[in-house]
Every structure is written in structure tokens, then in C-alpha cells.
């Protein structure tokens, strides 16, 4: 059963930059689209950004221009590049392979969800 574990968060200023990965352990990491999600403090979890294994991406429009997907293949990693950080984007971060991935935004994920990783910004 593919695992997948978070790693990155923190506690960081408006403006601030993070960078999130994702191992995914078993299973083939490198067919798969793989995407990051967010749930902020009482709301349902979303997908924001995603890679497909073909290499394009797309972005929720609350995150296009600051956030960057990529991953390496080589090393099942997935990550995000996280610039110019808002309050509005404090939140568990998750990652999963999306079940739809357009239009984005839909919280399901093929995969058992891992332990996640909080981002806080806030000054």
C-alpha cells in the first residue's frame, strides 16, 4: 500500500517562504500525478496544486505565482515551493495523488492520507 509522509512545515512571517516534500514509499511514483492539498482551521481539505507525471502543473488561483510544484522521480519525492506567504494559507498540508484533478480544488485522494505538515503564517 503506497505510504506517504510529509515533512516542512513551520511557523514563518507574512511574505515568508517554506518548502514542503512528500516521500511516497511504494507503488509507482513516478506513473502517477501527484498533488498537494490544504485544509485550513474549519474548512474542508483541498487540492491546490498538482504535477502529472507528464510534468505540467496547474495551481488553485489563491496560490498561482507563489507556489511551485516538482518532483524527482528518482527519489518518489514530491514538493512545494512556497513564496510570499499569507495568513490565508495557514493550514495542514497534504499530499496525495488527486482522484480529479480538473476543475481544481476536490479534496479526494487514491491514496491512505498521511500525518500532513502545518504551515502557520503569521507575524
Known amino acids: 500500500q503506497v505510504q506517504l509522509v510529509e515533512s516542512g512545515g513551520g511557523l514563518v512571517q507574512p511574505g515568508g517562504s517554506l518548502r514542503l516534500s512528500c516521500v511516497v514509499s511504494?507503488?509507482?511514483?513516478?506513473?502517477?500525478?501527484m498533488g498537494w492539498y490544504r485544509q485550513a482551521p474549519g474548512k474542508q481539505r483541498e487540492l491546490v496544486a498538482y504535477?502529472?507525471?507528464?510534468?505540467?502543473?496547474n495551481y488553485a488561483d489563491s496560490v498561482k505565482g507563489r507556489f511551485t510544484v516538482s518532483r524527482d522521480n528518482a527519489k518518489g519525492t514530491v514538493y512545494l515551493q512556497m513564496n510570499s506567504l499569507k495568513p490565508e494559507d495557514t493550514g495542514g498540508y497534504y499530499c496525495?495523488?488527486?482522484?480529479?484533478?480538473?476543475?481544481?480544488?476536490?479534496?479526494?485522494?487514491?491514496?491512505?492520507w498521511g500525518q500532513g505538515t502545518q504551515v502557520t503564517v503569521s507575524s
Open positions: 511504494r507503488g509507482s511514483f513516478s506513473s502517477y500525478t
Open positions: 504535477m502529472a507525471n507528464t510534468g505540467s502543473t
Open positions: 496525495n495523488s488527486p482522484v480529479i484533478r480538473d476543475p481544481i480544488g476536490d479534496e479526494r485522494g487514491k491514496f491512505p
